[in-house]
């Protein structure tokens, strides 16, 4: 009934808790999201379509897009730089359309600062480390340093689980998707959302009063 602005998903995680699993089955599911492609300095990986993954750029190219101020946050992590590219997000809000970031927690920060009525964050944890570090190996992407050096930027990734809105344990990659779900359908009909709200409510009362006369 209502336009709406739209929202600022965004997915946290240690990396192999399972966020990238959970955006990507919410991208099949519902066609009102759009993944926010992050801007990244990281090889790509062999499965990897430039500009749909990631945009791939050198560090040189990244500079210069962060110096013109191109970029709405950017990090480093694992001794890469990621960042989200400020083109586009405020026009797909604008009309209606959900934004998904699948970022972590440095550039998650960094949107609360700027956009927090807009933010919808869910961080989300590992059933256990065994359990994270069995996903890290079955991925076959990481050697077994990158494995140790991902594992131990955790501990500081863990330590801000209590910045995010909501948090969920991916113990099950379904039930997970579910949650998200649910989070993403109530923040949806949210007062502050709703553009015209005020209105409609300041109509019903105008058509109250005709009938009180």
Known sequence: MFQRRGIMLILSSPSGAGKTSISRAILRQDANIQLSVSVTTRPKRANEVDGVDYHFKTVEEFNQMRDAGMLLEWAEVHGNFYATPKAQIDELLDAGKDVLFDIDYQGALQLYETCQEDIVGIFVLPPSIKELKHRLERRADDNED??????????????EWNKYDYVIVNNDLEKSCALVTEII???????RRQVNLPQFVSDLQDELESFLK
Not at 147 to 154: F, G, S, V, Y
């Open 185 to 191: 359908n109530a923040a949806r009909i949210a007062r």
């Open 146 to 159: 990158v494995i140790n050096r991902r594992l131990k930027t955790a501990r500081q990734e863990l330590r």
